[in-house]
């Protein structure tokens, strides 16, 4: 018997969500900013937060477990992973999970992708199993944008991810695989598992779970959740910009002891998935058209999702295509762009001065071209706010040097880093209103609702060039495991 005072629990993780077709290699520098290691630096950056690992720290409190933080280490998504990044990652995780502990929860991405390791994540189990042993308890949690693999179903003991998107359940579905972890140390469960692969690339825009097919599968999911011996029902979106072989839409069901049953739900999930292969594709208008649609809406703000440049899906934040339609705007238009140089200029410069040089398209010609402005400082700011929610309330967000250059009409937020607009604070951090403005321009796919979704009249997204189009048949895949619908006529189930 166990008792609870025994009972000690690792935490460790990465997180990366990888963009195989995004320039440049994502290096071990890229993690420093988030990377924490042991239990005062955890408590610290995480307590009281509303991510995955804040999640953690309630449901141990709340179990009154000791919990024992290893390693955690993200980087905000980016191009392929370097081997040598890779493996020092991965080290430092599985070195740092303390031998006293009797589970482990693993907070991982799931389509993390380096030079040797297509499935990385499979890769840290694979270590993690190799020096603790085939029964020491592992609860993962993952993104809906994993690309799953059937080597992570297999080496963890439990696998939840994500009910949401845009993403506002992490510290939820941490603190429930906590609990099933905790039961399984109890021997209060069994888990068994059960896999589906349905063949698909399916991209962000298409998604969202409060609406549309993805909405009907989750639904599906949560009703497949109340029969008492599923534990965990996952739905896993996939993310098609990370070219790798288990790229696509997939299923999880982890059910107590009863193999058939978990069978029976992850088929039947995937063909469901299938059948509705039509209703994934997405809506969207070239730039100049969208930039024209918007300005006849009679009311704003009209948000134009430039899901091509998407932060979030590791796009450079720098592309150009939409910013050039709104140079000369009439009406008030929001853009917020990286460029370093740019702010090294306006800071140089300083408030008041006129900025006029090229802004933006400096990462490759994918993006666009550097765009002519000309405008006024109005302010400069270190970048740095706290995320005041809904998405990850709390946590921190980093732009960089950042500088508001207005140009008439058009304010233009430079920053130095690359920033995703999750949070108001994108915004709101440099003293500007979304209610203001008649358009918005948003480097994101979905996860931007989180901010703006609440003032966006309309929605456009726009069909331009970039690491994160919309448009699969642009990229040129060669890892994907073929048949891949929609790059071939026809889906491939594997059940596994
Ligand atoms: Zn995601």
């Not at 058009?410 to 880093?417: A, D, F, I, S, Y």
């Amino acid at each position: 018997m166990i008792t609870q005072e025994s009972v000690q629990i690792a935490v460790a993780g990465i997180l990366h969500e990888t963009n195989t077709f995004a320039p440049g290699l994502t290096e071990l520098a890229n993690f420093k900013g988030e990377w924490v290691a042991g239990r005062e630096a955890f408590y610290e950056r995480y307590s009281g937060t509303r991510t995955s690992m804040g999640g953690v720290i309630d449901a141990a409190d709340r179990h009154g477990i000791e919990l024992k933080p290893g390693v955690y280490a993200a980087a905000t998504p980016s191009g392929m992973v370097s081997s040598e990044a890779a493996d020092e990652l991965i080290d430092a995780v599985v070195a740092s999970i303390d031998p006293e502990a009797s589970g482990l929860v693993l907070i991982m991405h799931g389509a993390m992708a380096s030079e040797q390791y297509g499935d990385l994540e499979g890769e840290c189990l694979r270590r993690i199993r190799e020096k603790r042993g085939a029964a020491f308890p592992i609860a993962m949690t993952i993104d809906l944008h994993g690309n799953v693999s059937p080597a992570m179903v297999r080496l963890a003991d439990v696998i939840v991810g994500y009910d949401t998107y845009p993403h506002i359940d992490m510290h939820e579905r941490a603190e429930e695989a906590f609990g099933l972890l905790v039961r399984i140390i109890r021997r209060e469960i069994s888990p068994v598992r059960s896999y589906s692969h349905t063949g698909m690339l399916v991209v962000p825009q298409a998604m969202m779970t409060e609406e549309g097919s993805m909405k009907l599968l989750m639904d599906r999911a949560f009703d497949m959740e109340t029969n008492p011996h599923v534990l965990n029902v996952t739905v896993v979106g996939g993310f098609p910009y990370c070219d790798v072989a288990d790229a696509g839409m997939s299923f999880i069901v982890t059910t107590d002891g009863d193999q058939e049953l978990a069978e029976r739900c992850a088929s039947e999930l995937a063909q469901m998935a299938i059948g509705m292969k039509d209703l994934f594709e997405i809506d969207q208008m070239p730039p100049a058209s969208a930039v024209s649609a918007a300005l006849a809406e009679p009311l704003g703000p009209v948000i134009l999702a430039e899901g091509s440049d998407n932060v979030g899906g590791g796009a450079p934040a720098d592309a150009t295509h939409v910013l050039a339609c709104l140079t000369n705007v009439q009406q008030k238009a929001l853009v917020v762009i990286r460029d370093e140089a740019a702010v090294r200029r306006a800071f140089e410069i300083g408030i008041g001065a006129t900025f006029e040089g090229k802004v933006g398209g400096k990462s490759d010609r994918l993006h666009g071209e550097p765009v002519m402005v000309n405008g006024k400082v109005r302010l400069l700011f270190d970048g740095k706010y706290r995320h005041i929610g809904p998405y990850m309330t709390g946590g921190r967000a980093d732009m960089g040097n950042t500088a508001v250059v207005e140009c008439g009409q058009l304010t233009l937020v430079l920053t130095e880093k690359r920033a995703a607009p999750w949070d108001l604070g994108h915004v709101r951090s440099v003293g500007l209103w979304p209610e203001d403005f008649k358009i918005i321009v948003v480097k994101s796919a979905i996860a931007w609702q989180a901010a703006f979704g609440r003032f966006a009249k309309r929605v456009i997204h726009v069909d331009s060039p970039g690491c994160c189009s919309a448009n699969l048949r642009h990229f040129e895949y060669r890892q994907v495991r073929r048949p891949a619908y929609p790059l071939d006529a026809e889906p491939n189930l594997i059940l596994d």
